[in-house]
């Protein structure tokens, strides 16, 4: 017997049942996010960027089901001929699609049907794991693979869209009652130095990322100094109190049309009360925590912040050269806080680099050098996004626990608001 053979195929065996167990847990992962919403709250599209939670689910099935069993299980069929054209996103070489702004009007399937969906695709999938022979899992292990971290960035959006929804609903309904946290005080704003130079940024490829994170590459910075931890909610209200949102000197001339336009005048989902400012969550409706990051504000509003106190934001190479030897933990979903929570004590790094919010860079979102996008569908994943948007790095209070990395690129358009997104200041050394 030939030993080396052997060996790969246990580590093959070993590497197929850690995704299969991978696959399996982020399945259910969705399903548990959308226990306790009713019907009526899965169905829903409250504004043309967000999706209903029941296509979301229905989405992330129908990628497995159109780039893995279709064209890798024999005699497996579609359940049903017209799901590849409501849940296809936007994978033009996959087909045709429903229209992304009439997502609300697909009340069929129903939620049960939608459900039965998912347990089908899921069900198959194990099957084709299982079965795969080495030829065939060396073919299907990379999709396997993408398919898992795309269901998990999926369930961060069925976040932002449902707290999206609880907030246009005059009841104020919570999403999940709110957990009691260990109360705990802002620090003073401390700095933290960073000597200038030549640096590698980018994957290194030694395990898995998103093609818009690679080819690594070199970068030169001047020394800068970065922030002990993200903008906090009583800084943002200094802001507003100074007129911030008044003095068009602040201002980026795109973000300063959106506040004449009456489109900015506090951070979303922020309401002024006779008890102060309250903010929707989604535990329902709160007082603003004054030590908890701001959050749900648009990169114009971080720019003009910045602005407003003399720094500026980083830019996405200092941000990772700043954090790619720290622990990637924080305040992710799996804490069960749902909410950006006050930063721990710094010591001798910045804290918050990861989690409670998407911290906003000055980066636009393009192609690293030597960026080459993958053939076929999968290859619009990210590429065909490369313009017009800006670059969030470190994840939040509603990213999956393991989902995030140094090196990870978030992108959203520099008006958008919906997501967890608040901002770290930096400043030239």
């Known amino acids: 017997m030939n030993d080396s053979r052997g060996e790969q195929r246990s580590a093959r065996g070993s590497r197929a049942g850690e995704l299969h167990r991978a696959f399996q847990t982020v399945r259910a992962q969705s399903e548990e996010l959308?226990?306790?919403?009713?019907?009526?709250?899965?169905?829903?599209?409250s504004m043309p960027d967000c999706s209903p939670t029941k296509w979301h689910l229905a989405h992330v099935s129908w990628f497995f089901e159109t780039f893995l069993l279709v064209p890798h299980m024999r005699k497996y069929e579609v359940v049903h001929p017209q799901f590849p054209f409501l849940f296809n996103s936007y994978y033009e070489a996959a087909g045709p699609r429903h229209n992304r702004f009439e997502r609300g009007l697909i009340t069929r399937p129903t939620v049960a049907e939608v459900a039965d969906y998912r347990d089908h695709v899921t069900r198959a999938m194990d099957d084709l794991i299982q079965g795969a022979d080495e030829r065939l899992w060396a073919e299907i292990e990379p999709i396997v693979e993408i398919g898992i971290h795309h269901e998990q960035q999926h369930q961060e959006l069925i976040l932002m869209d449902i707290l999206n929804l609880f907030a246009a609903n005059p009841l104020r309904?919570?999403?999940?009652?709110?957990k009691a946290q260990v109360a705990r005080a802002a620090?003073?704003?401390k700095w933290f130095d960073y000597p200038g130079g030549v640096f590698e940024?980018?994957?290194?490829?030694?395990?898995?990322?998103?093609?818009?994170?690679?080819?690594?590459?070199e970068v030169l910075l001047r020394p800068f100094r970065l922030a002990s931890r993200a903008v906090t909610?009583?800084?943002?209200i200094a802001f507003i109190e100074d007129g911030g949102y008044a003095r068009p000197d602040l201002w980026l001339a795109d973000g300063w049309a959106r506040?004449?336009?009456?489109?900015?005048?506090?951070p979303y989902y922020w309401e002024k009360t006779s008890h102060g400012w309250e903010a929707m969550t989604l535990s329902g409706q709160h007082r603003v925590d004054p030590d908890a990051p701001v959050v749900h504000v648009s990169f114009y509003e971080a720019d003009a912040y910045a602005r407003w106190v003399g720094k500026r934001l980083p830019t996405e190479a200092e941000w990772e050269i700043a954090a790619r030897n720290l622990p990637q933990t924080g305040n992710f979903v799996g804490s069960g806080a749902l909410r950006p929570l006050a930063a721990p004590a710094s010591q001798d790094h910045p804290a918050q680099m990861y989690g409670d919010v998407w911290e906003w860079t000055s980066s636009p979102y393009i192609a690293y050098p030597g960026y080459k996008p993958a053939p076929g569908a999968i290859g619009e994943y990210n590429g065909k996004f490369m313009s017009n948007q800006m670059v969030l790095r470190g994840g939040c209070c509603a990213t999956p626990d393991g989902h995030i990395r140094p090196t990870y690129r978030n992108f959203f358009y520099p008006h958008q608001r919906w997501p967890f997104a608040g901002l770290r200041l930096a400043e030239d050394a």
């Not at 309904?173 to 709110?178: H, K, L, S, V």
């Not at 909610?233 to 943002?236: L, Q, S, T, V």
């Not at 506040?259 to 506090?266: F, I, W």
């Open 187 to 189: 620090e003073p704003l």
């Open 173 to 178: 309904p919570a999403y999940r009652p709110w």
């Open 259 to 266: 506040v004449k336009n009456g489109e900015y005048s506090a």
């Open 233 to 236: 909610n009583a800084e943002w």
């Open 34 to 45: 959308a226990r306790g919403l009713q019907p009526e709250d899965q169905t829903v599209q």
């Open 201 to 217: 940024i980018g994957h290194t490829g030694e395990s898995f990322s998103y093609d818009n994170e690679s080819p690594r590459h």
